[in-house]
């Protein structure tokens, strides 16, 4: 996949309102391969909402949203099987995560879904994001900030052409965002994939190629 396109996209509870001041919303938008994206937004204006569009997780919107020129609302529910598990990846903003389940088994349960990263690359991970010591903790007993750190790991243990992590470092200080930014972009670097961050206010520090106001 090498270009993900919004024609005028609107979420249908935005349809009343009379002006809508936005770069993405009633816009023609189209994100490309390999390049970095940040999305910024005020709550409430439908950050969320844009991932889960764009991940098919809801319809709820007007307009279209292709993915190399083939329309999002006519994929089959494989199609958008292919997609999850091959193109698009996304981190949650509430993070998704099992909390009767470990750190480790919490990346475990996806890593061996697609068996795409090895051990050794997990590992690492953890250790640069500083939860070495946390892979056995269960999820429900870390802090949300750690929490965010295990599902960045989760994430890219896929393949992707682009990822869309929602608001990834709301919880975390400035070393440990700056580590995450620095994971995030070499793997995407690796795939040749895109990024897309979300935020309402603090974002990772990243040389974006362009930064939408939503």
Not at 169 to 179: E, F, G
Request: hydrophobic content about 40%.
């Amino acid at each position: 996949m090498n270009q993900i396109q919004l024609l005028h996209t609107l979420p249908k509870v935005f349809a009343s309102r009379n002006e809508i001041v936005s770069d993405i919303w009633n816009q023609d938008v189209t994100f490309e391969k390999n390049k970095l994206y940040l999305v910024e937004a005020n709550s409430g204006t439908g950050k969320s909402s844009l991932c889960s569009y764009i991940f098919g997780y809801r319809k709820d919107y007007l307009g279209d949203i292709l993915f190399d020129q083939h329309h999002a609302s006519q994929l089959t529910i494989q199609q958008w099987v292919e997609i999850r598990k091959a193109h698009i990846a996304l981190l949650w903003q509430e993070l998704r995560l099992f909390p009767e389940l470990t750190a480790w088994e919490n990346v475990q349960i996806k890593n061996k879904l697609t068996g795409f990263q090895k051990a050794e690359q997990i590992d690492e991970w953890f250790e640069m994001l500083g939860i070495a010591d946390k892979k056995d903790a269960l999820i429900g007993r870390m802090s949300f900030g750690q929490q965010q750190r295990v599902a960045l790991i989760r994430t890219l243990c896929q393949p992707f052409d682009f990822v869309f992590v929602d608001e990834p470092i709301s919880h975390l200080d400035d070393t440990n965002s700056a580590i995450m930014g620095q994971i995030l972009t070499a793997e995407a670097a690796r795939q040749g994939a895109g990024i897309i961050s979300t935020s309402i206010g603090k974002h990772i520090d990243l040389p974006y190629d362009k930064v939408f106001k939503l």
